[in-house]
């Protein structure tokens, strides 16, 4: 029987594709902050941007310098001849500050959260924890989420352990989230999973959501329709 949503104590959701159409603005940010090491540096870490899709950007970052540069620019050395970690972080965070005030919130969100009065709520972000509550207090959606903004440094996996050992993750919950990661990341912790598709940069995902039965929605308000 596939439970209703006033089953559920708690609701998760992942930010970027889900509760905010953000993931090409994020995807062309990476572009953008790796583009002085060259075209072909800077589209291989998009490539592995999007396969990639719930890790935090400074993995991304790290991985860029440490797997993707000796590939691509041989001999380099961050810091001397283009930016390190430091500043492609920072040239990140310009890039994206201005998207995330501007993209598409998701339709029906007010309309879900008065759905599910009891429920706790709470975002579980690859995004960085302090831009996340700037952004979503900027845009007066914080009083959404009473469970709290989490995100990087911190991982998904880390973030749901704790809040569950912490009592503000109640069972049974849910996880609304749009990656491959975040459907790893809620099996882990015993969380359901629906997929949200509409925003989702996730190549595959349909493939993927059939061979392991998990149900997928076009948008998070969507879930208001689920029924016995």
Request: proline share 4%.
């Amino acid at each position: 029987m596939t439970p209703q949503l006033s089953d559920y104590s708690t609701l998760v959701f992942d930010c970027d594709g889900v509760v905010l159409d953000s993931n090409r603005i994020k995807t062309e940010a990476f572009r953008i902050a790796a583009q002085p090491w060259g075209a072909a540096a800077a589209g291989a870490l998009v490539a592995h941007h999007v396969a990639n899709g719930g890790i935090s950007r400074h993995l991304k970052f790290a991985h860029f310098l440490d797997a993707i540069l000796p590939e691509h620019a041989p001999g380099a050395v961050p810091g001397r001849d283009g930016p390190g970690l430091e500043e492609l972080l920072s040239a990140y965070a310009q890039s994206v500050r201005a998207g995330l005030m501007s993209c598409a919130v998701a339709e029906g969100l007010e309309a879900l959260r008065a759905a599910t009065p009891d429920a706790h709520w709470l975002i579980v972000s690859g995004g960085d924890q302090a831009e996340l509550r700037e952004i979503f207090a900027a845009r007066g959606l914080d009083g959404l989420f009473d469970g709290g903004i989490f995100g990087s440094p911190d991982s998904k996996d880390t973030i749901l352990t704790r809040e569950q050992a912490g009592g503000r993750i109640e069972a049974p919950a849910l996880f609304l989230g749009d990656s491959r990661y975040d459907h790893e990341a809620a099996s882990a912790a015993g969380l359901d999973f629906i997929f949200v598709s509409g925003w989702s940069e996730f190549h595959g995902w349909q493939e993927y959501c059939a061979n392991r039965e998990i149900r997928s929605i076009e948008s998070a308000s969507q879930i208001l329709n689920i029924q016995e």
